[in-house]
T-cell receptor, first 113, second 113 residues
Framework: ETGVTQTPRHLVMGMTNKKSLKCEQH?????MYWYKQSAKKPLELMFV???????ENNSVPSRFSPECPNSSHLFLHLHTLQPEDSALYLC????????????FGQGTRLTVV | QKEVEQNSGPLSVPEGAIASLNCTYS??????FFWYRQYSGKSPELIMS????GDKEDGRFTAQLNKASQYVSLLIRDSQPSDSATYLC?????????????FGPGTSLSVIP
């Protein structure tokens, strides 16, 4: 238990569906992240919410939409996904500063059919 | 483009041997360096962090940093089958939150009983 909880753990969705991934951190951190991990590829940072400011990787398609209502909760809204979006989606949190190590949630294994 | 490189492996070592994992990075301004361990199907967990040149030991793990050579390594002494996992090198840089922490692709380690 890392203090970062993700739900659901597994998700299968069709390309026309809309779903949301949820992340909650109980560590009092002030930054939260969404990462994508595909097979045989490095972790890819998708979005960061740091000190209430959002920073995003411009290569992330618009079919992924993050929401951070407060410093403890983070959502990733999904719509009209493609099969290549199937991956492990990891949420992480940290306390901003030099040496700010990330604590990861258990991840959501997403399969798009 | 800031990059972190690792040998993908798999690296196989016999039980009780020393496993040596290597990582190189491109950004000379990098400040903090982390090693994460990721078991198959699980999320990454932090095992070591290092911020200054030299060695840092924690139990069976030793991290080594050489900023002049832009090189960081992880040694695992008395390797155990339970150490079999993928080891991710992560490097923290100054700059925007998006490219602040860069992960390498990971090295797969297999400890043979």
């Amino acid at each position: 238990e890392t203090g970062v909880t993700q739900t659901p753990r597994h998700l299968v969705m069709g390309m026309t569906n809309k779903k949301s991934l949820k992340c909650e951190q109980h560590l009092g951190h002030n930054a939260m992240y969404w990462y994508k991990q595909s097979a045989k590829k490095p972790l890819e940072l998708m979005f960061v919410y740091s000190l209430e400011e959002r920073v995003e990787n411009n290569s992330v398609p618009s079919r992924f939409s993050p929401e951070c209502p407060n410093s403890s909760h983070l959502f990733l809204h999904l719509h009209t996904l493609q099969p290549e979006d199937s991956a492990l989606y990891l949420c992480a949190s940290s306390q901003v500063g030099v040496g700010s190590r990330a604590f990861f949630g258990q991840g959501t294994r997403l399969t798009v059919v | 483009q800031k990059e972190v490189e690792q040998n993908s492996g798999p690296l196989s070592v016999p039980e009780g041997a020393i496993a040596s994992l290597n990582c190189t990075y491109s950004d000379r301004g990098s400040q903090s360096f982390f090693w994460y361990r990721q078991y198959s199907g699980k999320s990454p967990e932090l095992i070591m962090s290092i911020y200054s040149n030299g060695d840092k030991e924690d139990g069976r793990f030793t991290a080594q940093l050489n900023k002049a050579s832009q090189y960081v390594s992880l040694l695992i002494r008395d390797s155990q089958p339970s150490d079999s996992a993928t080891y991710l090198c992560a490097v923290e840089n100054e700059g925007t939150s998006y490219d602040k922490v860069i992960f390498g692709p990971g090295t797969s380690l297999s400890v043979i009983p």
